[in-house]
């Protein structure tokens, strides 16, 4: 089991810069890749970002350029860099991380979710 926590979530004016941050607990070993998640308000939920064991990282289109990811491995942590926000960015924010179970396995594990809105 994977337990994670973000936070860094807040009211913010356009075009200034967020970082979120989540934290895992638990199963840390078996954790493979991270990523972040949104859901805009009537919309689907999203992936935004993810990182993998190695840092490599891959972007929705709607953050290539703006958002960064990354994860201190000693910490447990993944962030997310928001910067030049807009008001569609506005959704809460999950943070997942895979976690190996077996060697053909992955398990997904979601936090609670940060409300990120963004005025315009």
């Known amino acids: 089991q994977v337990q994670l926590v973000e936070s860094g979530g807040g009211y913010v004016q356009a075009a200034v810069s967020l970082i979120l941050s989540c934290v895992a607990s638990?199963?840390?070993?078996?954790?493979?890749?991270f990523g972040w998640h949104r859901q805009a308000p009537g919309k689907e939920l999203v992936l935004v970002a993810q990182i993998t064991t190695s840092g490599a990282a891959n972007y929705a289109d709607s953050a290539k350029g703006r958002f960064t990811i990354s994860r201190d491995n000693a910490k447990d942590t993944v962030y997310l860099q928001m910067n030049s926000l807009k008001s569609e960015d506005t959704a809460v924010y999950y943070c997942?991380?895979?976690?190996?179970?077996?060697?053909?396995?992955?398990?997904?594990?979601w936090g609670r979710g940060t409300q990120v809105t963004v005025s315009s």
């Open positions: 638990g199963s840390i070993c078996s954790i493979t890749n």
């Open positions: 997942t991380a895979d976690s190996r179970r077996g060697p053909m396995a992955l398990d997904r594990y």
